[in-house]
């Protein structure tokens, strides 16, 4: 795929041509200047807005998986305990990565058609006693919004765990209260709902956590503990000016248009796609519509496809959606409505290819 008429795959987004202009840019050295400083902390102030958080937020080049493996690196040793609560592909993830460092992970799990059930997760933790309790708010795979993370937060207080969130695929899209829900690391990814492409992360961070990264003290490139005081001090290398400045336009543009709005078209968009799907017969992947996320929707592929037939078919027509992995390959699709696609006129296009081919 290099460019298709319609693109609805559930990130990278298509990125508006009012980002892209900040490519179109020359600037100096983001270690040098004051202004590169001022747009860093302007960019702080908006994504603590945005999030409901007085927490630290650091930004960083990458895509989010760099941030995923952080919150993990810098906050576990080898003899410390997580617990994943896991509702789909990205839940299991935090766990295999934490072991592949050699920590002690644990799941609680729950079917990917499915959402946490905060009691099951308590009385898992107060037996467990993790040191870290992960949560994906949005599955991506499973187009599945978790409901409970005031819940989970308060479960980590209770257990004196720290609580990660990967929000990477919600916020910005749906309401995200980081100090409410008791999130210690929360991480957010450039390339879904602040449509840039993937090339920065950012992650808020709170005294607790700070403390922990800080005992444990991970030194890798991905480390969070060289960023705390920055922009007051240097970063710890150099960050593309470029993207920053892209991301303060994005930042601007939500706000600009308000966040609740911008809540609004996410839920009419996600609206709009499962009441085509389901008038054309495709069958929505969550168990109960109300778990599935402003920002993606998934069905099963039509019975008479194959992923890949059905696929290419919708490609030959000019729209791209999104494909799956793990246990949900070849059986279930994705249409990301996140972001700049969050547009019902451009939802309406894509559903209307998907009608074509499956009927």
């Known amino acids: 795929m290099e460019s298709y008429r319609v693109g609805l795959v559930p990130g990278p987004v298509k990125v508006p041509q009012e980002i892209f202009n900040a490519w179109r840019n020359d600037y100096g050295s983001s270690d040098l200047e004051s202004e590169f400083f001022d747009l860093y902390r302007d960019n702080q102030r908006l994504i603590q807005k945005l999030l409901a ?6 930004i960083t080049s990458g895509e989010a998986m760099s941030v995923l493996w952080a919150s993990l690196k ?9 617990l994943a609560v896991s509702s789909g592909l990205f839940g299991e993830g935090f766990a295999e990565m934490a072991r ?3 920590v002690e992970a644990e799941v609680c799990s729950f079917p990917f058609d499915e959402v946490p059930e905060p009691q099951k997760v308590f009385d898992f933790a107060k037996r467990y006693r993790p040191k870290v309790i992960t949560a994906v708010h949005c599955e991506t795979p499973s187009g599945i919004l978790t409901p409970c993370l005031e819940d989970l937060g308060r479960i980590a207080r209770e257990v004196d765990a720290l609580f990660v ?3 990477v695929a919600s916020a910005g899209g749906v309401s995200v209260d980081v100090d409410r829900c008791n999130i210690d690391i929360g991480l957010l990814g450039s390339q879904k709902v602040l449509s840039l492409p993937p090339c920065l992360s950012v992650s808020s961070i709170s005294q607790r956590a700070w403390s922990v990264i800080e005992d444990v003290n991970y030194s890798g490139y991905e480390s969070f503990i060289g960023w705390r005081e920055v922009p007051s001090v240097l970063a710890p290398y150099t960050l593309d000016w470029h993207a920053v400045k892209a991301l303060n336009v994005s930042m601007n543009m939500i706000f600009r248009e308000q966040p609740e709005k911008v809540y609004q078209r996410h839920k009419e968009a996600a609206s709009l796609c499962r009441e085509i799907g389901q008038e054309i017969g495709l069958k929505l992947f969550p168990k109960d519509e109300r778990y599935s996320s402003p920002t993606v929707t998934a069905f099963y592929v039509p019975e008479k496809f194959t992923w890949p037939e059905f696929d290419r078919a919708l490609r030959e027509k000019g729209l791209a959606v999104g494909g799956n992995y793990g246990q949900l390959a070849g059986k279930v699709f994705r249409v990301g409505h996140m972001g700049s696609q969050a547009d019902c006129e451009l939802v309406r296009e894509g559903m209307d290819i998907i009608r074509n081919v499956a009927g």
């Open 53 to 58: 958080t007085k927490n630290d937020i650091i």
């Open 74 to 82: 810098c906050t576990l040793k080898a003899d410390d305990k997580l």
């Open 100 to 102: 592949s460092f050699g």
């Open 165 to 167: 969130v990967d929000f």
